[in-house]
């Protein structure tokens, strides 16, 4: 343990942000980096807890206290070795993370939890600076060969350990960059592609190969596949977006957020698209869905410079604090208000739409809500809502952006084709812990197998998954786990 007294010395500090108006000018990330004594005290609040709930929060299950520890001592290359034990991406997850370690730390019951994703990213930001990450081939090769279809965090995750096992490695991706949503979705200000770049690199000259524009099922024969590979890890991601069919749903102005979104992560780095430009410019911007990828279309169209931007959800606004049904240390589904919302966005929850209206020439002029009540069972789950009465309205909008969540993996093409078993919510069935499909040699992982999720929970399912598909063409595994020996 660092400081004995951290926790009652220091109160817990946020890196500076550049100013909001600053920042909408362009599409970099903002956060500024802590000073030297900044994240030495950030560290010294960690109170190293007998039983560090921290780590049981984290769904990778990072050895939390030992790397503040070093990180107080000073010692960036242990607590790089140690944060890189049970994280492959450090440098994702410590900038997007939603922090569910933070939800858990002690401290957090009355004080403010330890900055930890912060802490996070700075151990292998200056990792990277100081050379201690360096590109590792592993000594033996096992001469077996594994398929991982998708790029995104879990296909990553899943590549890099079974790389680091001796396997051969190819990861097909039908975009034209390695990366899924990292890449193609979270906006370059939240996450910058260089930053993603760097670690393909890495990836690349760690023997693994990466085949991009290489759409498996599609323009990349599944039977060569099957044929050539000894085992195939499937993450190719929750792709299916939940629409909105209302009347006028064909309105020219509406759009899927991811639409939107990845054009803006090509027009950032100036590769050119064959879809008709989507732009938020001098625009009425209304974002249906009040989840991150809302967020991340708010600060997308504040960069564009619309004229208003408006984000609805449905549910009723959530709690600011824990509440009785939210205790510590479990994650607690409070409001949030992200960068982008400091940027400037107008929110309402509890607002149902009715019908996208269009004008005579078929562009999207307004939206028709009604504002709803929510019938709240005593856990504080919402059942079901009725429509406040005399509520009804029209509000002008050019621009609208459905954010609200996606539905399940695509089933045209790879997993049809396959034949894999799906869950009764449409993913791809394989159990928890075990990541076998139906297929003998197939597993899945990450948000395909799981549904939507988090960046976090892919790498944690790859890295599971690698162990798995290791253990079946070798009969044991030296891989670490989320229940093993983390330093192995
Ligand atoms: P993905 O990242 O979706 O990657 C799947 C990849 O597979 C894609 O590149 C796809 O092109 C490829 N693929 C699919 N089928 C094929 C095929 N047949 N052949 C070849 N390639 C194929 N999570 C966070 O933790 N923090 C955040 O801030 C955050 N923000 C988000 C913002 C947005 C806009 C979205 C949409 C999601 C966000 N998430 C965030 C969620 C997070 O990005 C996902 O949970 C995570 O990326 C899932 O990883 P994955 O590897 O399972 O799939």
Known sequence: MGKVTGFLEFERTAPLKQDAKERLS????????????????????????????????????NVIPEFNDAVYQGDWELASTIL?????????TGRICPAPCESACVLGINKSPVSIEEIEKHIIEIAFAK?????????????????????GPAGLAAAAQLNKAGHEVTVY???????????????DFKLQKDVVARRIDLMEKEGIIFKCNANVGVNVELNTILRDFQSIVLAGGSTIARDLNLPGRDAKGVYVAMDFLKQQNKRVRNIPFEQEPIMATGKDVIVIGGGDTGSDCVGTSNRHGARSVMQF??????????????????????????????????RAWGVNTKEFLKDADGNLRALRV?????????SGRPLNFTEKPETERELPAQLVLLAMGFLHPQKEGLLEKLGVELDARGNVKAEEGKYQTNIAKIFAAGDMRRGQSLVVWAISEGRETARKVDEYLMGESKLSCKDGIPFA
């Open 370 to 378: 009604v504002d709803v009540e929510w019938e709240i069972d005593p």
């Open 84 to 92: 890189l034990s049970t994280n492959n991406f450090p440098e994702f």
């Open 313 to 346: 959800e449905i549910m009723p606004m959530p709690a600011s604090a824990r509440t009785n049904n939210m205790p510590w240390p479990t994650y607690p589904m409070l409001l949030k208000v992200t960068s982008s919302h400091e940027e400037g966005c107008e």
């Open 173 to 187: 991706e039908r975009d034209d960059t390695p990366g899924g949503l990292l890449n193609y979705g979270i906006p």
């Open 26 to 61: 362009h599409y970099n990330e903002f956060v500024k980096a802590f000073e030297k004594e900044e994240i030495n005290r950030e560290a010294a609040r960690c109170m190293d807890c007998g039983v560090p709930f921290c780590q049981s929060g984290c769904p990778l299950g």
């Open 131 to 151: 050379g201690y990450i360096k590109a590792e081939q592993p000594l033996i090769r096992t001469g077996k060969k594994i398929a991982v279809i998708g790029s």
